[in-house]
């Protein structure tokens, strides 16, 4: 079974930069996936960026594509979000999930439904 611990995130102004860290333990890292979302409150769930478990498909949302980027090392079993030039709209609590099934980003979409792993969750607020 793998856990997914969470770390990183706070206060930034606009404009500014913060890493997410996901850090993983038991089970085989490099056979998971691992995807970012977020999650404003009232609001549904949305995904941010996803990468492959050998780290050779990278997805982003239109919303953060050419602003966040993606990261992982297998041999430490992390993947961090690295994000810039960071807008109000971007605070929200943002998860890392995993799941070791390719099917959990295709045709253009993430499936949150087939992550089987969550982290804790992590407060990001960009407030000026």
């Known amino acids: 079974q793998v856990q997914l611990v969470q770390s990183g995130g706070g206060l930034v102004q606009p404009g500014g930069s913060l890493k997410l860290s996901c850090a993983a333990s038991g089970g085989t890292f490099s056979d998971i996936n691992i995807g970012w979302f977020r999650q404003v409150p009232g609001r549904e769930r949305e995904f941010v960026a996803h990468?492959?478990?050998?780290?050779?498909?990278?997805y982003y949302a239109d919303s953060v594509r050419g602003r966040f980027a993606i990261f992982r090392d297998n041999r430490k079993k992390t993947v961090d979000l690295q994000m810039n030039n960071l807008k109000y709209e971007d605070t929200a609590v943002y998860f890392c999930a995993g799941s070791p099934r390719s099917e959990t980003y295709a045709f253009g979409r993430a499936r949150q439904d087939l992550y089987d792993f969550w982290g804790q969750g992590t407060q990001v607020t960009v407030s000026s």
């Open positions: 990468i492959s478990r050998d780290a050779a498909s990278l």
